[in-house]
């Protein structure tokens, strides 16, 4: 895919993305109320996190990169849903897009990437919890069939006020 002049790569994410993706995460921690995380992390922290999402299975990491890989423009996930066992067919799902490479389909392309990877699990369902407000995330995941399934109201505080959370269901 293009992305402006920069042509766009998606795979696997590896230990070798640690840091750039806690960096990348970070900003988000920081800057927004997009996570409800409120610290920002170290690579360490943040190294069970990277793997627990292997490059098999319903649990996966895609990054998008310049096609060097010096450079992550964003990434994916999908996560257990919850931690009981009647879960397991169900995976939350999250991007994320490096602030300098909003709009250029990075989104887009991971989450194709990322669906087309879960295809062959066996997964039933896919949920997404969108901080409010989020047009652009709403629209990302309506696009990718997501449909919107109730709010949760100023369920999380952070920058000392309390945000919505508006959850999406796909079916798999």
Not at 79 to 104: D, I, N
Not at 113 to 130: K, M
Request: zero cysteines; proline letters at 6%.
């Amino acid at each position: 895919m293009a992305s402006g002049r920069t042509e766009v790569q998606v795979r696997p994410g590896t230990e070798d993305d640690l840091g750039a993706l806690t960096a990348l995460y970070n900003h988000y921690v920081r800057e927004t109320a997009i996570t409800f995380d409120t610290v920002a992390f170290t690579p360490e922290e943040r190294r069970p996190w990277l793997l627990s999402h292997p490059e098999d299975g319903p649990y996966r990491l895609m990054v998008a990169t310049t096609p060097d890989s010096r450079e992550i423009l964003g990434y994916t996930t999908s996560s257990p849903y919850r931690p009981k066992p009647a879960y397991t067919t169900s995976v939350e799902t999250s991007v994320y897009v490096a602030p300098q490479a909003g709009r250029g389909g990075i989104g887009t392309l991971l989450y194709g990437a990322l669906f087309e990877a879960l295809a062959g699990e066996d997964v039933h369902r896919a949920y997404a919890g969108i901080a409010q407000p989020n047009a652009a995330s709403a629209r990302l995941h309506e696009r990718f069939g997501f449909r919107h399934v109730g709010t949760h109201r100023e369920v999380g505080r952070k920058f000392g006020r309390y945000w919505d959370v508006a959850w999406y269901e796909k079916a798999l």
